[in-house]
Nanobody
Framework: QVQLVESGGGLVQAGGSLRLSCAAS????????IGWFRQALGKEREFVSA????????EYSDSTKGRFSISRDNAKNTVYLQMNSLKFEDTGRYYC???????????????WGQGTQVTVSS
């Protein structure tokens, strides 16, 4: 089992950048796929990005491709989401999740953090 804690959210102007972190405790972090999802107020949670255990495979949603970058440091049990050129529509609560399968479907993930709020002002 793994516990996840997100950090790095905050208020930023459109065009700015933030780096989110997902810190894990527990056993076996290095064998899990890690995904980032977000949920805007009044909307369903949506996929943002995911990374494979070995960092070979990274996946992005169409809306974040080219602006966001996911990476991981297994020695530090941490996954990062670098978010550049932020837009108002990137506003939401960002969650990281760990699972055996990975990808863009929520059902593929078994463990979730509590989330960190990102607010982009226009």
């Amino acid at each position: 089992q793994v516990q996840l804690v997100e950090s790095g959210g905050g208020l930023v102007q459109a065009g700015g950048s933030l780096r989110l972190s997902c810190a894990a405790s527990g056993r076996g972090f290095g064998i899990y796929h890690i995904g980032w999802f977000r949920q805007a107020l009044g909307k369903e949670r949506e996929f943002v990005s995911a990374i494979s255990p070995s960092e070979i495979d990274a996946e992005y949603s169409d809306s974040t491709k080219g602006r966001f970058s996911i990476s991981r440091d297994n020695a530090k049990n941490t996954v990062y989401l670098q978010m550049n050129s932020l837009k108002f529509e990137d506003t939401g609560r960002y969650y990281c999740a760990a699972g055996w399968v990975g990808g863009s479907f929520e059902a593929s993930y078994d463990y979730w953090g509590q989330g960190t709020q990102v607010t982009v002002s226009s």
